[in-house]
Nanobody, 130 residues
């Protein structure tokens, strides 16, 4: 059974940094595409980044240059380093995963199509104050 668990959320002032993690269990190898998504009240869940098993990532324009995602396939852990945080980054952040050929992310996955991801974590709150 696949399980994803996020950790590391919290509160930070604008301009600050935060790193969140997602521990994955239940996959027998690293052949899965992963993503970070976020959702704030009254808004749809949106992609932050999709990342394949080779650490090739596709970022949303709103976070490019500020956020960096990486994977440790040995530890089955996904990370999201968030710098220069803005109040509009406030949201619940979710990690997601889907089994894929050779761990690649399809175009739909890279674009953050929610239905392309099979497994989701419970989310971690990130709050950025001005």
């Amino acid at each position: 059974q696949v399980h994803l668990e996020e950790s590391g959320g919290g509160s930070v002032q604008a301009g600050g940094s935060l790193r969140i993690s997602c521990k994955v269990s239940g996959f027998s190898d690293s052949n899965y595409c992963m993503g970070w998504f976020r959702q704030s009240p009254g808004h749809k869940r949106e992609r932050v980044v999709a990342i394949d098993s080779g650490d090739r990532a596709t970022y949303a324009d709103s976070v490019k240059g500020r956020f960096t995602s990486s994977r440790d396939n040995y530890k089955h852990t996904l990370y999201l380093e968030m710098n220069s945080l803005k109040p509009e980054d406030t949201a619940v952040y979710y990690c997601a995963a889907v089994k894929s050929l050779a761990g690649f992310c399809t175009m739909g996955m890279s674009r953050g199509r929610l239905e392309d991801f099979d497994y989701w974590g419970q989310g971690t709150q990130v709050t950025v104050s001005s």
